[in-house]
Nanobody, 114 residues
Framework: VQLQASGGGLVQAGGSLRLSCAAS????????MSWHRQAPGKEREFVAAHLKSGSTNYADSVKGRFTISRDFAKNTVNLQMNGLKPEDTAVYYC?????????WGQGTQVTVSS
């Protein structure tokens, strides 16, 4: 399976962006799909996850501002980001587990100006 992330861009603080990650196959059976980010000079960190059960988990830094969802018809996992802050600036990656192995998308740049 391959993942293709899109939707990044430049936005002012307080603005919104919607990231989308398209899978090359059906996502119905994927136990977990998640978003992670990596800012310059920092390690990649967890942002949000969507479990097959429908449960979601968020990093404390994005709770109440970001929403993760799956669109099973389009085989995508989406990340709605509201109230963006300059510290949200990073390359955002989507990820899933396929047959027990991690699969990463190529990343999409999000830049939030102050």
């Amino acid at each position: 399976v391959q993942l293709q992330a899109s939707g990044g861009g430049l936005v002012q603080a307080g603005g919104s962006l919607r990231l989308s990650c398209a899978a090359s196959s059906s996502i119905f059976s994927f136990d977990i799909m998640s978003w992670h980010r990596q800012a310059p000079g920092k390690e990649r960190e967890f942002v949000a996850a969507h479990l097959k059960s429908g449960s979601t988990n968020y990093a404390d830094s994005v709770k109440g501002r970001f929403t993760i969802s799956r669109d099973f018809a389009k085989n995508t996992v989406n990340l709605q980001m509201n109230g963006l802050k300059p510290e949200d600036t990073a390359v955002y990656y989507c990820k899933t587990l396929y047959q027990g192995y991690p699969v990463w998308g190529q990343g999409t740049q999000v830049t939030v100006s102050s």
